[in-house]
């Protein structure tokens, strides 16, 4: 497993790079469109660099040379469970379209990680639902369909 | 003048123009819980209900909700740590740790004190500052807008102490940021990669949710636990204490007002910067301070000037047509709908709505102040509430707000992957108001250095106004590097 500091060296390093990348990029810009990211773009791939080399070999380290845990705290989730919860919620748009997906998650995740029973979480849902179909009408907004939602529409023609 | 101050007052607690006055601070208080929705959507709402109306009661009920946008939008920032609109994203720096301590309506309490206090003194300067502001806003060309948005930056510094490389390396990561799109020099875009999102660069909302609220719910959620683990005292008590809190630090609350009016004044600035830079210059001169920690100066500071800079930005609006922002853009829009021009007979043939805008402004900061701090004791017992219960409905709306910048998927990718970018720098302590910093200043610092370049060469760096800043810079770094030194000769 990687240590907490080496992975904040990574980080600091993806960073230089990124920045080293659009300074290179922005060489090909307009004349005056060219200075400021490539300027920046450089002086931060500089700051980068001297920042891992501070970590590495002056200073000491930034964060404590700990294992990265994933681990959960007592009661909680581990940081990837719940990106892949947000991956979840993101992944049922297409499909069911923003309200609906926005009620499936809401019961799914108040069951699951909550807790909660069947009636709270489908009051809550309901709630969430509402919500987004009240601004949506407020502020003449059309939320993402998914094609099952498309599929039904169609059908009630 | 007092006569025609007094008749306006009279004018304005008539039924006809309280009622839609109170109908805009109610929508404003509304549009700044929830985050993404700042004025430009506030008024869009209210706009198609000001045709009805007489033009002092639209006028009242535009500038009803543009007064209180920016004291509802601590909500979020204090309880939850999502920045409710641009201008209160440095609250969060204090106002949000006070929760997690149990003490969000302490900071409520003081946020709202201040927010009062700096709109109130915001409707004072501007009433004062009418006759005279026409000469002091000329004064400020590009080159002194430069130096004020290079005053912007030089708070990074401030704002990263402790880890001052990580924090300027981050802020040129905003920098940078803030170049995707359109380049303001030339027909060029740049860093879009042929993503037509990217054409019009990164919406600030979606930076700011995705720095600030995403990081915050995955390690809530990774905790398990409620915002504030333990209770900090009663809330009413809490409140009541914030009140007297804000009231005692009336020295701060008039620096950062004063900061807030000035910086609104300025056409082109936005106030997305007011808070920071009212916030750095408070951490960077105040002794012994904790900012970051849970200081309720920290909370103080950016909130007072917030409320105070809608009073500047009614000045260029009022007086020249020019908005300073977004949401003055849309009133702007308003006021001509109603038939007013705004421009130099804002002071001669229709001073009387002039009059009527600046005691609306007085008049909506004091009542969505009471309405606020009515709210607070109810809203801050969220934070005691087992977070995963909580985190459909946040989740919910930071998907919203997000959504709201430019009602495409793109807005949801970005979100996504700021938040990982986000989370990330949390965890390894690089400075995330130092990235939005960056970012907010950095279309402005490029288009006014061009500006400038191209008007005066290098004989803008003479002009007066730039000298001034210029000094102005130079006090704030060298008084946070001697207080920095001076603590830690303290801790050692």
Redesign the interface.
Known sequence: MFS?RA??IA??AV?GIV?LA?AW??QD?????RH??FT??L??AV??A??IF?DLVVARP??PDEPVGDA????????LQ??A??AL??GL?PVLGFPLA?GV??VA??RV????GWILAIV??AA?MG??FF?GS??N????TGFVSRAIMSRMG | MLDALMQAFAGILTFGTLLPLLLGVVVGIVIGVLPGLGGV?GFS?LLPFVFNLEPSAAIAMLIGLAAVVPTSDTFPSVLMGIPGSSGSQATIMDGYPLARKGQGARALGAAFTASLMGGLIGALVLTAAIPIARPLILMFGSPELLMLAILGLTMVGILSAG?A??G??AG??G??IG?IGA?P????Y??TFDILYLYDGVPLIVVALGLFA?PE???L?????AIAPEKGGANMGQLMRGIREGFAHWRLVLRCSGIGVIIGAIPGLGGSVVDWISYSQAKATIPNNHFGEGDIRGVIAPESSNNAKEGGALLPTLLFGIPGSGSMAVLLGGMTLLGIQPGPSMVTTDLPITLTAIWSLAIANILGVVICIALAGVIARLCFV?F??L???I??VV??GA??AT?S?GD?VAL?LL??LG???KR??WSRPAILVGFVL?PI??QY??ISMSRYGLEWMLRPGVVIVGVLILALLVSGFLLSRKEKKGVA
Request: proline share 7%; glycine share 8%; charged share 10%.
């Open positions: 907490e992975v904040s980080l600091t960073v920045l659009m990029g922005a810009f307009l004349r005056y469109s400021f990211p920046f773009g002086i931060g700051l980068a001297v920042i501070r930034p964060v959960a705290s007592e009661g909680g989730h581990s940081p719940v990106f919860w947000f919620y993101f748009v926005t998650f809401t995740f108040l990680v909550a807790g909660a809550y849902a969430a919500f987004i601004m407020m502020l907004m059309e939320w993402p | 959507v709402l880890n490389l990580r300027v390396l040129i990561v920098l940078m170049t380049a020099s030339d027909p060029e740049r860093f995403i719910i995955v390690d959620l990774a905790s398990g636990r087992p995963p219960m985190a459909p409905a989740l919910l998907v919203f959504y709201q009602r998927w949801w996504v938040g990982i989370w990330l720098m390894y302590g950095a610092t490029e250095f061009f």
